[in-house]
């Protein structure tokens, strides 16, 4: 794991100028994921402290919006499909997709003046 996160961390710094703005997008959220992940448990996933902790650090307007470690437990538990116990890449994913979309989204409305 530990090459695993050197690899990633090495191609998301050292060749970010050498890539698109969304292949460096997508390298940072890898390399990320995989700073908070195995901290805890699976290197590969993340615990519901690890989940809270890259919500502190990585999205703190998003993690402050959640209010609590209630609303955190109702996220792990949203984000857990396949019912581990853990947020795996795939899920932690989704969970950006879904915040893009409804960033989209409130841009999109806010320029049409709804």
């Known amino acids: 794991m530990q090459t695993l996160n ?3 961390k090495l191609k998301s710094t050292s060749n970010l100028t050498m890539t698109s ?11 990320i994921f995989h700073e908070y992940s195995g901290k805890q448990g699976d290197k590969y996933k993340l615990n519901q402290t690890e989940l809270e902790a890259i919500l502190q650090k990585e ?3 998003y993690y402050k919006s959640q209010k609590g470690k209630e609303n955190i437990s109702k996220l792990m538990t949203t984000l857990d499909h396949d019912k581990d ?8 994913a ?8 409804a960033c989209n989204d409130f841009f999109v ?4 003046g709804k």
Do not use: H, W, Y
Request: proline fraction near 3%.
């Open 6 to 8: 050197k690899t990633i």
């Open 21 to 31: 703005r969304l292949e460096g997008c997508l390298a940072t959220m890898i390399s």
């Open 59 to 61: 999205l703190p307007n």
């Open 85 to 92: 116990g853990e947020v795996s890449f795939k899920e932690f």
């Open 94 to 101: 989704m969970l950006n997709v879904c915040l893009a979309i």
């Open 109 to 112: 409305d806010l320029q049409q």
